[in-house]
């Protein structure tokens, strides 16, 4: 059995035969794989797993590929020996929301070349989805993996936010027509086409409740599927230490868009270190943030660039004096992400929307204390109450509301860790059932198994 995994990010072994920068997003299609090498290596017998992804037009020019032929094609062997077939299509990933018709004379000279018994899809936000169920045409031999849901995403995509920041547009905004009422609109454009894929879907492989309705509402016949996420490895061992951790030290994975909800974490620590809040408890809150910066405003290239949401962050944080207290980290390799969950007191998961986040999995699997909001489908994932302290986020909240109840689980989660009248073990009951569960979910063994059980299914 030849399965083809059609992903939105290269596997790292690959890039780095292209000469092509690895990216630490979507490491759980490493983590799969992997774990599907190491079922190969004790002497099972597994599927022969071979690759499709987007990339530039750079990279086709530089492997003599032009853009009407479309795809890089080769092997690449990786650690451990195994030889890895790949294939990589030119998508334009800078504009997801807009259909190619050309993708699919691509996805059919991939599919022609590689000659597959299945093709598995890892998400279906991205046009190329859409191209290559409808080529391929047979409902059941394709498979689907959830993962971000856009329709429900473009719904609450603004999060709050004031009118007047959605609307408007700073210089870069109107260059590249992106304002965030632009930007929740191309989430539109993006549910259209993955809803339309979705018809051409025969199985779906997904996790939680929330992608459970989804694939009910966008095509009732299709198998559903429950398979489980692998993290990185990595993330496996260690656990984190109180006495290592730095008090009040706060880690959110990712901030750089609206729907991550980094408005709402700056205006709860802002009213937390208020004097009418009675900050003067609170004077070491540090936020460390993983991934880009969008509120760097110290050169005149940075002020161009700025949008309306990195200039609404930086209103924010200048209201309540948060500068000197919001590090914004970069691009974390896996080693670098794991440091920073161990080195925090909290890891905070403030997003307006979420399936599955996988961020969240690695903070579980490393029992760090976790505040979290009871958004999509994290709540099959993570247990209120007993894994961590998590708010509830209501249809009629406001920006108040969730920022309001954030700051109270927030200081909830630290009277329970630092007040002496408190007891901290209680925190670490929390923790320790987050990485009992979390091992549940992210089991590699059984999440393997359960997807060469999917794999056997739609083959038979």
């Known amino acids: 059995m030849k399965i083809l995994w059609m992903c939105n990010l290269i596997l790292p072994a690959v890039a780095e035969a292209l000469s092509l920068p690895t990216i630490p997003k979507e490491g759980w299609v490493k983590g799969l794989f992997d774990a599907i090498l190491a079922k190969k290596s004790g002497g099972a017998r597994v599927p022969e797993i071979c690759f499709a992804f987007p990339v530039g037009k750079d990279v086709l020019k530089a492997n003599g590929v032009s853009l009407k032929d479309g795809v890089v094609a080769g092997k690449v062997t990786i650690p451990g ?10 998508e334009d990933t800078s504009k997801e929301y807009l259909y190619d018709p050309h993708l699919e004379e691509e996805m059919g000279r991939i599919f022609d070349l590689a000659s597959p018994d299945i093709i598995h899809i890892f998400g279906t936000e991205f046009p190329h989805t859409l191209a290559a169920a409808k080529v391929w045409n047979c409902p059941d031999r394709i498979l689907v993996g959830l993962q971000g849901i856009c329709r429900d995403y473009a719904d609450i995509y603004t999060a709050h936010l004031p009118a007047d920041v959605v609307t408007r547009h700073t210089f870069r905004d109107f260059l590249k027509k992106d304002s965030i009422f632009e930007q929740k609109k191309k989430y539109d454009l993006r549910a259209d086409n993955e809803e339309t894929a979705m018809t051409y879907i025969g199985h779906v492989a997904g996790r939680t409740g929330f992608d459970k309705g989804f694939a009910a509402r966008t095509n009732p016949s299709a198998v559903y599927h429950h398979a489980g996420e692998t993290l990185r490895s990595i993330f496996y061992s260690g656990a ?15 901030a750089d868009y609206p729907l991550k909800g980094f408005h709402y974490l700056l205006k709860a620590v802002g009213d937390i270190l208020s004097e009418k809040q009675g ?20 050169s005149l290239m940075q002020k161009i660039k700025i949008s309306s949401y990195g200039k609404y962050l930086r209103s924010l944080m200048k209201a309540y004096g948060l500068f000197d207290r919001v590090h914004i980290l970069g691009r974390l390799s896996a080693e670098q992400m794991k440091e920073q969950y161990l080195l925090c007191d909290t890891y905070v998961c403030c997003s307006a929307i979420e399936n599955s986040p996988n961020s969240l999995g690695e903070a579980m699997m490393l029992q760090v204390p976790i505040v979290t909001a009871e958004v999509g489908g994290i709540p099959d994932i993570f247990k209120p109450g007993e894994d961590g302290f998590s708010y509830s986020v209501g249809a009629e909240d406001t920006l108040e509301d969730v920022a309001g109840k954030l700051k109270e689980t927030l200081l909830e989660r630290w009277e329970k860790d630092y007040d002496p009248k408190c ?13 009992f569960h979390a091992r549940e979910n992210h089991n590699p063994e059984k999440n393997v198994y359960d997807l060469l059980g999917i794999y056997e299914s739609i083959y038979r």
Do not use: C
């Not at 109180?242 to 959110?252: G, Q």
């Not at 003067?280 to 540090?286: E, F, L, R, S, T």
């Not at 936020?287 to 880009?292: E, K, L, M, S, T």
């Open 81 to 90: 020996g195994d030889v890895v077939e790949y294939y990589g299509f030119y």
């Open 423 to 435: 007891f901290s073990n209680e925190v670490d009951r929390r923790r320790f059932n987050a990485g």
């Open 279 to 298: 900050g003067g408890q609170y004077p070491d809150i540090q936020i460390y943030v993983a991934g880009q910066s969008i509120v760097g405003y110290e």
């Open 240 to 254: 984190w230490n109180r006495e290592r951790a730095e008090k009040y030290r706060i880690f959110v994975s990712q």
